[in-house]
Every structure is written in structure tokens, then in C-alpha cells.
């Protein structure tokens, strides 16, 4: 099964910080995808990515820059952390739609 | 107003018995759908496909597709404790999308 590594798997940062979320997949999968999950509202797209260098934005990109530096890996930044941004982070990839495969969390609290 | 609304919220069903869960998309550019089934504390994980009209069955589980409606449901047969879970319908918008749209979900408990 495709493998998606995400770190850290918790974090806890105050309002006002810096916090980058990483992901890696080792199935040279070209889409990667950051969605955040929140009781009541499902899986929200953040943003997606087709290769390294791209960035595609999605429903909820407000708060969030990304960035895919390789195939491998690609990165969720929030460079000034709000309360609101508390969620379940999520990091997904995929070789074409017709399955996406995804990491196993990253808890995000910010106090 | 989300794209892809899920009907209903949460649903209890006996052990044995029959769960029916719904997705319609208000977007006309929506395509294909996916079912995919997340259990407490886990990733979601693809449970069906279906991207053209009709019926598809993988063991108890059976999915529908009505594109001219943009619904589609999802049926699980002789429900086990082992599926319950939160299930969440998923959607791309237009050919040649790579956007994974999804809806809020069913959370769906099976009591024995």
C-alpha cells in the first residue's frame, strides 16, 4: 500500500507562531494534497500540488502558504498560527484521482 | 453552501440490518464520486468508486449513481459493529480535475 509519512504527528504552538507540517511519500505519486478535518465539516482542501515547484490552491487556503520542493515532499507552513487553525491535518497523495492515499494525521493545536 | 452535502449526519442501525447513506453535489461540473470510510482515530481509506450512471456491488457493500441528480448512495447490507465508522463522500469537479472535494460525513454506528 502507498506510503505517506507526515510530522510531526502532534503539535502545540502558541497564537503568533511559526509552525511548518511535513509530508513524504515515497510512491512517486506526482499529486500531494493538505486537507484539514473538523468536526462538521469533513476533509476541507487547503492545497494540492501536481509536482515539485507547484502549488495549487484549494477551498481553504486562507492562513496557509505550501510548498513542494521535490516529488517526495511537501510542506505546510503557518507563519502566524490562530486559534482557528486548531484541526487535523491531514496529507494525501496520489498517481491520478482514482484513489488517493493518506498520511496518518498531524494534530494541530494552537493556544 | 458546501459543495458535496451528506445525508444524514449520523445513523444508527441494528447489527444485521440495512444502511443507507446519500451525497448529492451542487456543483454541475462534478464528474466522478468516491465513497471513502474513516474509523475512530484512523486516515480515511477508499472504500468504492463510481463514475457512471447505475450500480456498483463489492460484497455487502452496493453504491448508486444518478449523474442527471448528482447523488449518489451508498448501501451496506448486514451491517457488522466493524463498520461503523465515519463515511465520507468524496467528488472531482470537471475532467481533468485534481481536486478531491469532500462532504461532512455520516457517522454511521452499527450496535450489536
Known amino acids: 500500500e502507498a506510503a505517506v509519512t507526515q510530522s510531526p504527528r502532534n503539535k502545540v504552538t502558541v497564537t503568533g507562531g511559526n509552525v511548518t507540517l511535513s509530508c513524504r511519500q515515497t510512491?512517486?505519486?506526482?499529486?500531494m494534497y493538505w486537507y484539514r478535518q473538523d468536526t462538521g465539516h469533513g476533509l476541507r482542501l487547503i492545497h494540492y500540488?501536481?509536482?515539485?515547484?507547484?502549488?495549487q490552491i484549494g477551498d481553504v487556503p486562507d492562513g496557509y502558504k505550501a510548498t513542494r520542493t521535490t516529488q517526495e515532499d511537501f510542506f505546510l507552513l503557518l507563519e502566524l498560527a490562530s486559534p482557528s487553525q486548531t484541526s487535523l491535518y491531514f496529507c494525501?497523495?496520489?498517481?491520478?484521482?482514482?484513489?488517493?492515499?493518506f498520511g496518518k494525521g498531524t494534530r494541530l493545536t494552537v493556544v | 453552501q458546501q459543495k458535496v452535502q451528506q445525508s444524514p449526519e449520523s445513523l444508527i442501525v441494528p447489527e444485521g440490518g440495512m444502511a443507507s447513506l446519500n451525497c448529492t453535489s451542487s456543483?454541475?461540473?462534478?464528474?466522478y464520486f468516491w465513497w471513502y470510510r474513516q474509523h475512530s482515530g484512523k486516515s480515511p481509506k477508499m472504500l468504492m468508486?463510481?463514475?457512471?450512471?447505475g450500480e456498483k456491488e463489492e460484497g455487502r457493500f452496493t453504491v448508486h449513481l444518478n449523474k442527471a441528480s448528482l447523488h449518489t448512495s451508498l448501501h451496506i447490507r448486514d451491517s457488522q459493529p466493524s463498520d461503523s465508522a465515519l463515511y465520507l463522500c468524496?467528488?472531482?469537479?470537471?475532467?481533468?480535475?485534481?481536486?478531491?472535494?469532500f462532504g461532512s460525513g455520516t457517522q454511521l454506528t452499527v450496535m450489536p
Open positions: 468508486s463510481i463514475f457512471s450512471n
Open positions: 456543483d454541475r461540473n462534478v464528474d
Open positions: 494525501a497523495s496520489s498517481d491520478d484521482i482514482t484513489e488517493v492515499f
Open positions: 468524496a467528488a472531482s469537479m470537471g475532467s481533468g480535475s485534481w481536486q478531491l472535494i
Open positions: 500540488s501536481y509536482g515539485a515547484g507547484n502549488l
Open positions: 510512491n512517486s505519486h506526482n499529486y
